[in-house]
Nanobody, 121 residues
Framework: QVQLVESGGGLVQPGGSLRLSCAAS????????MGWYRQAPGRQRELVAT???????RYADSVMGRFTASRDNARNTVDLQMNSLKPEDTALYYC???????????????WGQGTQVTVSS
């Protein structure tokens, strides 16, 4: 089995900061991509940031310059530092990993349970 466990969500005032963390565990052979998506009420899930195993992070235009994603390949973790938060950043944030389990050749997409981020005064 594979698990992605997120932490770090909460309530913050506009202009504030939060840091999300995600750890992947289980029978993992290799993770090709890790990152974060978000889904606000009434909207589709959207990409926030994604990091390939051997490349630089890619960000949604709406968070560029405010959010920073980082990944630790040895620990199978991915973090999201969110600064200058805006009310429109309010959403359920999901950790994502595209990985290959031990003993398999196919990569699959795995998701965390989601952590709520609310930006409000």
């Amino acid at each position: 089995q594979v698990q992605l466990v997120e932490s770090g969500g909460g309530l913050v005032q506009p202009g504030g900061s939060l840091r999300l963390s995600c750890a992947a565990s289980g029978n993992i052979d290799r993770i090709s991509v890790m990152g974060w998506y978000r889904q606000a009420p009434g909207r589709q899930r959207e990409l926030v940031a994604t990091i390939p195993s051997d490349g630089s992070p890619r960000y949604a235009d709406s968070v560029m310059g405010r959010f920073t994603a980082s990944r630790d390949n040895a620990r199978n973790t991915v973090d999201l530092q969110m600064n200058s938060l805006k009310p429109e950043d309010t959403a359920l944030y999901y950790c994502h990993a595209r990985l290959r389990r031990i003993g398999t050749v196919v990569y699959g997409d795995y998701w965390g349970q989601g952590t709520q981020v609310t930006v409000s005064s």
